[in-house]
């Protein structure tokens, strides 16, 4: 089980090295067709939040009611209703 403090610092660190990423899918996909870079976007959200996702449920398995899992839950499934608006 993680520590508040350093679950802070990973998803910290997680969330700098997502912000770089995105720049780089930006600027390789800005020649693709708009579906093509949306659909690339929301496959990168959803890494994120599955990240996230998994994060939160190994560090509070022993509070049920924490609210993160299914907040994370909720985006997910969100992510996946958009993507097979795409296709």
Known sequence: MLDKDTLATVL?????????QHAIYHLLTKDLPTV???KIELLRQKDYY???QNFVQLSNQDDPSFEAAN????ELAA????LKALE
Not at 71 to 74: G, M, S, V, W
């Open 12 to 20: 910290s660190d997680l969330a700098n090295g997502l912000s770089h």
């Open 36 to 38: 093509e870079r949306q």
């Open 50 to 52: 599955l990240i996230m």
């Open 71 to 74: 907040l994370l839950k909720t």
């Open 79 to 82: 992510i996946e209703v958009k």
